[in-house]
């Protein structure tokens, strides 16, 4: 069984003047990849991904852009202009955004599923430099083509939790994004994992889909967490069927840790890394 990628999270309340520091931190500490999640009012998906594929070698990882606030075309511009600034180094990812917050900046849609699987079509045919006509319930595009589509295109995951979205991204997706694969001490869920995957991945087979499918889960962290409990949830998430564990400081007990106890949780996942590879 091949280890799950560990990444560190910084998460959308991490101030955006601390993110490059982190992100080199993690980089000299041997990590490969960073993720970063958009949270309304907080920071934004795009700015400091730009700013660390920029400045590091790392992979990027953006779990999620909240499609609603966005039209596809647009999304579909920035994602590409990245993917082709900075090659093989990008993982979107699309999903329904948080529901209140998308009420409180007058975009939330009568139907969440129906607009990610509108925005999904619509973006994965201009990344592959296609010519997209669609008047949907919610995008509408003219013949729109990209100027500029990446010559690699990156994989297009999908936040998902409920049935409906776990099937849209076996449907449409190139893998999916998992945020409740652990409990609140922290504590891996393989079951979760694998029920979700079971969905995802007839959606998969009837859509005749086939190639590689990557599957992301969070992973909070209790306070003075240690290497070896990382690495062994960590485990137990691959074993499931995880290609990728994003972890990240606190979130159990209360919201995700930022500025320096980021940093301070580098070397613990750096360490944690190390036990997975040697396993």
């Known amino acids: 069984m091949t280890a799950p990628v560990l990444a560190l999270v910084q998460p959308a309340d991490q101030p955006p003047r601390h993110m490059l520091q982190a992100a080199r931190a993690a980089e000299d500490a041997g990590l490969e990849e960073v993720w970063l999640w958009e949270d309304c009012f907080a920071a934004s998906g795009v700015a ?134 652990v409990d609140r001490r922290g504590i891996a869920r393989p079951q979760v994992v694998r029920e979700a995957l079971d969905q995802v991945g007839a959606a998969r087979e009837g859509a005749g889909r086939s190639g590689p499918f990557e599957v992301v889960t969070y992973l909070s962290t209790p306070d003075g967490v240690s290497a070896r409990h990382v690495a062994e949830q960590a485990a137990a998430l691959g074993a499931a069927g995880a290609t990728r564990v994003a972890a990240f400081a606190g979130g159990v007990d209360g919201p995700p840790a930022s500025g320096d106890a980021v940093l301070a949780f580098v070397d613990v996942l750096a360490d944690a890394a190390a036990l997975l590879d040697r396993a």
Request: no cysteine; aromatic share 4%; charged share 20%.
């Open 48 to 181: 400091p991904a730009a700013a660390v594929l920029a400045a590091t070698g790392l992979r990027v990882g953006v779990g999620l852009f909240p499609a609603p606030l966005r039209v596809p075309s647009l999304t579909a511009m920035e994602i590409a202009t990245l993917a082709e600034m900075f090659p093989g180094r990008l993982l979107p990812g699309l999903g329904h955004g948080v529901q209140e917050w998308m009420e409180q900046v007058g975009v939330r849609p009568a139907s969440p599923v129906t607009l990610l699987r509108e925005h999904l079509v619509a973006i994965s045919a201009l990344l592959r430099g296609e010519e997209v006509a669609m008047r949907g319930e919610y995008a509408v595009l003219d013949q729109v083509r990209l100027r500029f589509p990446p010559e690699a295109v990156p994989p297009l995951l999908v936040g998902g939790r409920g049935p409906r979205t776990l099937r849209l991204a076996g449907e449409l997706g190139d893998g999916v994004i998992l945020d409740q694969a």
